[in-house]
């Protein structure tokens, strides 16, 4: 089959990884602490189109045919986002180097969204310190935090809770690999999980960092990969427009 088929096929697939990606940052515009991805595309293997004319040719100057495109990885942007005020007691936020560690399901995940709230477990225990969906927030230890109540009184005290917060960095935190819960988890490019150095963050209390996907951005990617994907359909139709032209002369 013609070679432009596979070639348009290739940019289908690729384009079509990239849109989902634009998208997926678009919808977590307004999630706290999420961190966008860009995708990263690669060329496909290139083959000589004419052997004899190219050994008389310096390499630059050498006639190749490519193969398509490939996206060859998602990577993370670790930029800071903006600090916002929410008043809330029990919201932090990190500025600088350094991610949240917590518990879901047994698992331990690393994030940046400081919204945290109470779970209420047993009797006359304090309330442990959770995230929205319930994952418990663990201190330097990998312990789970729990929040004393005031004496005689059904309120919690909050005061020095931000010193108790676990926060973990990496060598190569772009690396980490993105969860369904907008968390993360270690790889071997990231390296293992380090207690992050205090003079590389500073926690702010009832403050939360905001997505730092650039909109404005993300819109222009997805105008542009809509193109290469219209492009890419073309070329696939019109491989197999030639393709049935040449099986036509051969009856």
Do not use: C, W
């Not at 990884?17 to 940052?25: E, K, L, M, P, R």
């Not at 999420?34 to 310096?58: C, G, H, Q, W």
């Not at 047994?106 to 945290?116: Q, S």
């Not at 005290?157 to 993105?178: E, M, Q, T």
């Amino acid at each position: 089959m013609n070679n432009a088929f596979y070639t348009g096929a290739s940019g289908l697939r690729a384009h079509q990884f990239a849109i989902d990606v634009t998208s997926h940052n678009l919808v977590n515009t307004n999630t706290y602490g999420y961190k966008a991805t860009i995708p990263e595309f690669r060329d496909l293997l290139y083959s000589n189109m004419d052997v004899n004319v190219n050994r008389e040719l310096d390499d630059d100057a050498k006639i190749h045919a490519g193969h398509g495109v490939k996206l060859n990885n998602q990577d993370l942007l670790f930029t800071q986002g903006n600090l916002y005020n929410s008043g809330f007691e029990l919201d932090f936020a990190i500025a600088g180097e350094g991610l949240f560690a917590v518990e879901r399901r047994g698992d331990i995940e690393y994030t940046r969204n400081g919204a945290f709230d109470l779970s209420i477990e047993g009797d006359n225990e304090d309330p442990y310190l959770v995230t929205s969906d319930g994952a418990y927030v663990l201190d330097q230890n990998y312990e789970r935090i729990q929040v004393p109540l005031k004496p005689d009184s059904n309120t919690i005290d909050s005061n020095g809770l931000s010193k108790r917060l676990g926060v973990f960095s990496f060598s190569n935190p772009y690396g980490l690999l993105r969860t369904n819960y907008e968390g993360f988890v270690p790889t071997d490019i990231s390296g293992e999980p380090q207690i992050a150095n205090a003079q590389e963050y500073k926690i702010y209390e009832q403050t939360l960092e905001r997505s730092n996907v650039d909109v404005a951005k993300e819109f222009a990617d997805v105008i542009v990969s809509q193109k290469a994907y219209q492009f890419s359909a073309r070329v696939v139709t019109t491989a197999d427009e030639v393709e049935q032209v040449a099986n036509s002369l051969r009856k």
